[in-house]
């Protein structure tokens, strides 16, 4: 888990992939956390990426590392943490968030990935490939 976690933070910016009814959308995200051995993201409640994974769990996301020639998607099930801990866990580890978040408001949102399948690629290299 240690080496998707500092990929992901290596990389700063990943995008995430989710299903709005029939048409797939992608953004980029910053946020990324490992909290009591579980990768975690987050987010608004207000926001689309917020309703779009209540309507479907299922997501993805993907970052790419240009120095190494190396890229990493993860697939899986993002599952709604509202624990103050895991809010708080995340918000600590990103400071600046919070003039907008707070663990304790009704919209910062943190989710963790489950039944996850992590695969390592580059053009030169085998696949590899990690299921937390």
Given at each position: ?132
């Amino acid at each position: 888990m240690n080496e998707i976690y500092d990929f992901i933070k290596k990389c700063g910016v990943y995008y995430l992939a989710t299903v709005d009814g029939d048409q797939p959308r992608v953004r980029p995200f910053g946020t990324i956390d490992l909290f009591e051995e579980k990768l975690y993201i987050q987010t608004g409640k207000s926001k689309d990426v917020s309703k779009q994974l209540a309507a479907n769990p299922k997501a993805e996301l993907s970052c790419f590392d240009g120095a190494a020639g190396t890229w990493l998607r993860v697939a899986g099930t993002l599952v709604n943490d509202d624990r103050v801990e895991a809010k708080k866990h995340m918000l600590d580890n990103y400071p600046d968030l919070r003039g907008r978040y707070d663990e304790n408001d009704s919209n910062t949102q943190v989710l963790y990935f489950k039944d996850a399948t992590a695969t390592f690629s580059s053009f030169t290299a085998t696949p590899k490939t990690i299921k937390f």
